[in-house]
Structures are given as structure tokens and as C-alpha cells.
């Protein structure tokens, strides 16, 4: 069938609203308190309504506005009709992972990554085989930036959220350990204040900073360190350890596979340093993204 437009000239799709409503309602007033519009606003609709159709629509009876029969059989054909475009224009698509072929892009920094993927990935392959990840580097600080101009779907980061469109959902909370090579150091473990402050560091900052809080809580114990390297990439910090003398602070997700695979050393940090919460970020535009939401769930369900 071919739509001839000049039909729907006089045709406005909130006037079919109002008048569903009406049927409904059988009253003004009650309508318009439904349509969240004033009575004479829908008093106006009505009397369009009226003139479009050529009929009265709705007769007064007592307290109530009884429906033609024009309007009676207006409403059986029109509603299946409203419900369904309501259902074609505000209803999520339902999102299948088997079947499903997409591509969703994630920001986070390297030790996310290395904290999170390989955790993930094997449940995702089984669960979504169609579903690709493309991961791009990012950092706390330009996440939202990133997010806003559509460069990423979803961020996981130790970001706050920082704007209105801004959605976030927390994963975890993940406290700090040390580390250092034993064939390098030789310290009592746990680390004391002091053999802690005493050790050179290395030191992972996004802007090229030279210190962090933990400096700023030393300071607070009357204690000082020195940090003997910097680098934006904690994915050096576990070979540069096995061959030079030094401690690195990092996320505790880390430390099972850095111990594991590079024979590193564990410690709890002897201060108390609070912990780092890991979360989603994504921008409201997604919510109704399918594979999107699906993946944010499948994250939560495994990690939160």
C-alpha cells in the first residue's frame, strides 16, 4: 500500500493521543489530568478531533461523555494501530548473545585491562561469540570527554561520574598492595611504615606527575620516599621489579598473576591509603543500546 501524504496533513499524532484517552476517561477533566494538560487544552483537542471526523465523538451523559458509535468503531480500529507504533517506537529491541553480531568499544587504562579481560573474555566467548570488544587505551581524566564525543560506548575506569549524561555504575571497590622482586630486595613482609619509606618506587601517573596521595600520606606520618621512575603503563611495572630494587604500589587485581607469572612479593600497604572504586561509565544516549546494556549486566554479574 502506498502512503498518500496529503492524507495525514490535518493528522496530528497527539490528537489521536487525546482522543484514545478520551474514549477512555469519558471526561474532560479526567483526560486532561491523564495527558498531564489543561482542560482547555483538551477541550481544544476535542473540538478538532470533532471537526477532522465530522462527528460529535462524545456525548454528554450525566457526569459523562458517552462515545459515538463513529468513535466506538474509530477506537477498535485505531488502538491496535497506536500500540503498535508505540511498541516500534519505544520498545528495546530484545538482544539475543548467541545470535548477536556486534561491536562494542570500552575505554579503560592497561592494568584494567589486565585486571578484567582475562576474566572475562573466556565467559563472553561462550556466552556472546558474535559479540567483539574493541579496547582503546584511556584514563580517568579523559573518560567522560571521550565518552560525550562517541569515541567509546563504555568506559571502566576509577572515574567519578562529572556530568548529567553521565551514567555510572560501580563494579568494585579494590584496596592497594606492594610489590618488589625477592631477589632484588630482601624485606620483612608484611612492610613496615618505615622499610616502606625507605625503598626507591615506582611510580605509574597519567599527567606526569612525580608524586601521588601516598606521598601526601606519608608526609602525614613524617615520612618521605623516593620515587626513581614514572611511566603512564603499569604493564612495565612487573619486569622493571624483577630487575631493579624497588617497590610499586598498584590495584590489588593485579597482584595474584603479577606473583604468579613474574615471582614478585606481596604486601599490604602500611598506610591507610582508601581504596580505588572501579565502575561502568557510559552516556545516556546507550541506555536503549541492547548490546550495550546486555554486556554492562553480563560485567556486573561477574564482577560486582
Known sequence: MTIKENDFRKIDLNLLIAFAVLFREQSVSLAADKLHLGQPAVSGALSRLREMFDDPLFVRSGHRM???????????????????????????????????????????????????MPQLIPALRDAAPGLRLNVVASDPFTDAQRLEGGELDMAISVAQASARWQEREALTQMPFVTLWHPEQITLNNPLSLESYAAQPHLLVTYREASSSQIDTLLAKQGQRRTVCYTTPHFAALPGLLRQMPALATVPAGLSASWQRNWGLTASPVPLEVPPIEVAMLWHQRHNSDPALMWLREFIRQRFG
Open 66 to 116: 458517552q462515545p459515538t458509535a463513529r468513535a466506538q468503531a474509530l477506537h477498535a480500529e485505531l488502538m491496535p494501530l497506536l500500540e503498535q507504533l508505540q511498541s516500534a517506537l519505544f520498545q528495546q529491541a530484545e538482544f539475543h548473545p548467541q545470535q548477536a553480531n556486534a561491536t562494542v568499544t570500552l575505554g579503560m587504562t592497561d592494568w584494567v585491562e589486565m585486571w578484567l
